[in-house]
């Protein structure tokens, strides 16, 4: 089957493209003090191969202004709408981001000796699986409130569904898809990657039963996360090397989660499935047959990435510094307290069976690279698969994909040592 580009560009319904609709509504409570409300609204429509997704973007708050300590209060929230032509299921979602802002005062004692409030940061994560628990690690042990940051993790179920949340830039930084990352920038999106931390392919091919080797794999139905996702680009190069052309032998299916890949699989609306984390081990369990681990292809690949925009990373380079710091004490601290990591990951799974929990910690902890930086040649991998679709791949330059600055000044910190030493 055909693979189409998915389009990554935000397309504005003609009501919408007026930018915001927005109204203020001053009025005056006891005493004198001025209020102000407003609320904003705007709608966007986002498609892809097999699906597409209406999103509702909606912000409400208040300013209070004339009192001792002028303070604004702002909620925001998305719903979104999508639309799987190939599964036929209809998801809903909503995304809720509030932040609370204290503004200037009148009363420059009233705070004073008061601990700096920390600063917001809105991130995201695609599918819940054991390679980005580094990222939920370090948000359960207050790692980032260490370093000055309230970061919210907002679930976003795919990689792909994550990206487009970045390029709309409702997520200010997000664990997501390499391969989506540099190929968005290749077709004009503001991103970049700033971590990688394992270097890699962690997947695994699961088949029915009766499939006893990679060949059978032809003319049946294979699902991964989302079209141009991690899985997809993973198991096309898999296919390949096993001599099957992804595009004509096997038809391949975006599903969703590994957890729906699973259930798709149990139910057999496919005969096989690109899983990772603790869907690989559910799979074991229900009887389905290992076809090949996707490690065993020896290619560099930048695996559980973290991404951002070139603009957020301008505007705030010293916050993302900081961002990455306590990422990487996360990793570190994740690689030595199995008890505490398997905790996070029950959590963030929704998994509570100890085998599992084992198995997908096991099956990655050694993988983690203690400086999270991607290859050159990890890059390089991206680009020449995406050169027979995406032509401006093929002279493109791989370190113009990635913020090595603050990377390599953590490096030439002693950070990293300095960790190992503890």
Known sequence: MKRSQVELTKKRSPTSSLAWNRKFSPNTSEGGTERRSFRQSSCSFVKGRGSFCVWVSFQAGAKIADAPISSAVLFRFRLVTEVNFVTGRVSFHIYILTSVTIAAFCWGSVLAGQPKPLVKVVGGYGSADGAIAPLWFAKETRLFEKRGLDVELVGMGTGSVSLRALIAKDLEIASLSGSGLVQAALQGADTVILSAAINGFIFKVFGAPEITSPAQLKGKKLGVSRYGATSDFAVRLALKKWGLNPDRDVSILQIGTSQDTVRAMQTKMLDAGVLSGTSSLVARKAGFREL????????????????????YLQRNEGLVKEFMLA????????KRNKEAALAVLKKYTRNNDREVLEDSYTSSVGKYLPLPIPTVEGIRTILAELS??????????????????IAREIEASGFVKRLDEK
């Open 292 to 311: 090949g681990d996707l490690a065993e292809l020896g290619l560099h690949y930048p695996m559980a990435p973290i991404g951002t925009t070139k603009s």
């Open 327 to 334: 990422y990487i004490e996360g990793i570190h601290d994740y």
């Open 388 to 405: 027979s679709t995406v032509p401006s791949a093929k002279n493109a330059d791989p370190e113009q994909f990635v913020a090595y600055k």
